[in-house]
Structures are given as structure tokens and as C-alpha cells.
């Protein structure tokens, strides 16, 4: 197991940016990529983007390609999602979750441990 805990979240006006964190503790085996998800009110949590741990490829959903980046701070075990022009559709308690197996999965299945959370809250 790995501990993880979110930060980084918060009540925002839409147009505003803000950057998440992921800090990764007490790992018991290998992590070789982090993903970031987020489940909005009444909605089935899904994949927002993923990095592997130390090559640096990335992979995003589409619906956020434009205005999310991912990156890492390998020597801090954090990960880190930089979202722009944030939209009131982007509400949602955002999860990191890490994965110890090759691939920058889209599913959940996949991971192997999670975060509790941090909540954004995009005001129009």
C-alpha cells in the first residue's frame, strides 16, 4: 500500500487556475505511474490524466487535454495537476491513485491505491 494525500483544492471563480498535489508516503512496493481522477455530484468518478513515474510520458482525457497538465516531483513522491480556466463542470472531488504495474490505464480497476480527495468547487 501507499498513502497519498491531496491537497490543493479549494472554492474557485471560474476562469481561475489552481494546482492540486499529491504526495505519496510509506510505499511498500514500486509505483510506476500516478493518475489523477474526479467524480462530480451524482456522476461516476472518471479519468482526468496519468503519468508514469519516471519517464515522463502523460496521458489525458480528452475532455480536459486542453487546460489540465500533469507533472512530478520525483524527489519530492509528488504529483502534481495544473488545471487552467477552470469551469463550473470541473466541480468535483479530485482522487490520485497510483499504479504499480506498466501503463497509463484510463481505469480504475487498475490502480492500486487512492487519496481521500480534495474538493473543487468552480463558482460561475
Known amino acids: 500500500q501507499v498513502q497519498l494525500v491531496e491537497s490543493g483544492g479549494g472554492l474557485v471563480q471560474a476562469g481561475d487556475s489552481l494546482r492540486l498535489s499529491c504526495a505519496a508516503s510509506?510505499?511498500?512496493?514500486?509505483?510506476?505511474?500516478m493518475g489523477w481522477f474526479r467524480q462530480a455530484p451524482g456522476k461516476e468518478r472518471e479519468f482526468v490524466a496519468a503519468i508514469n513515474w519516471g519517464g515522463g510520458w502523460t496521458r489525458y482525457s480528452d475532455s480536459v487535454l486542453d487546460r489540465f497538465t500533469i507533472s512530478r516531483d520525483d524527489a519530492k513522491n509528488t504529483v502534481y495537476l495544473q488545471i487552467h480556466s477552470l469551469k463550473p463542470e470541473d466541480t468535483a472531488v479530485y482522487y490520485c491513485?497510483?499504479?504499480?504495474?506498466?501503463?497509463?490505464?484510463?481505469?480504475?480497476?487498475?490502480?492500486?491505491?487512492w487519496g481521500q480527495g480534495t474538493q473543487v468547487t468552480v463558482s460561475s
Open positions: 510509506k510505499r511498500t512496493f514500486p509505483i510506476y505511474a
Open positions: 491513485a497510483t499504479k504499480g504495474s506498466i501503463g497509463l490505464s484510463r481505469k480504475e480497476v487498475d490502480y492500486d491505491s
